[in-house]
C-alpha cells in the first residue's frame, strides 16, 4: 500500500511562509499526478495545486502567486511552499496521489494543520 506522510505544518502568523513536506513511499513518478488539497471545518475538501509526472502544475485560484508545488524525486517527495499565508488558509492539508491503469488508485496522507492567524 502506498504512504504518504504530510509535514511542516503548525502556526504561523498572518503573512508568514511554511512549506508542507509529502514523503512517498515509492517514486512519485509511478503516479499520473500528486498534489495537495485542503478542508476546513464543515466544507468541502478543494483541490489547492497539483503537479503530474510531466511537471504540469495546476493551482487554485485562491493561492495562485502565493503557493508553489514542487519534487524532489530522489527523496520522494512533493513539497507545497505557502507564502503570505491568509486566515483563510486555515485548514487541515492532505497529501495526494493518483495512479492510473487497469483500476484507479487514489491515496491520501493523514492530513497536516495548518493554522494562520491574525
Known amino acids: 500500500q502506498v504512504q504518504l506522510v504530510e509535514s511542516g505544518g503548525g502556526l504561523v502568523q498572518f503573512g508568514g511562509s511554511l512549506r508542507l513536506s509529502c514523503a512517498a513511499s515509492?517514486?512519485?513518478?509511478?503516479?499520473?499526478?500528486m498534489g495537495w488539497y485542503r478542508q476546513a471545518p464543515e466544507k468541502q475538501r478543494e483541490l489547492v495545486a497539483t503537479?503530474?509526472?510531466?511537471?504540469?502544475?495546476n493551482y487554485a485560484d485562491s493561492v495562485k502567486g502565493r503557493f508553489t508545488i514542487s519534487r524532489d524525486s530522489a527523496k520522494n517527495t512533493v513539497y507545497l511552499q505557502m507564502n503570505n499565508l491568509k486566515p483563510e488558509d486555515t485548514a487541515v492539508y492532505y497529501c495526494?496521489?493518483?495512479?492510473?491503469?487497469?483500476?484507479?488508485?487514489?491515496?491520501w496522507g493523514q492530513g497536516i494543520q495548518v493554522t494562520v492567524s491574525s
Open positions: 495526494n496521489s493518483l495512479r492510473l491503469g487497469v483500476s484507479t488508485y487514489d491515496y
Open positions: 515509492e517514486s512519485i513518478f509511478s503516479f499520473y499526478r
Open positions: 503537479i503530474t509526472s510531466g511537471g504540469s502544475t
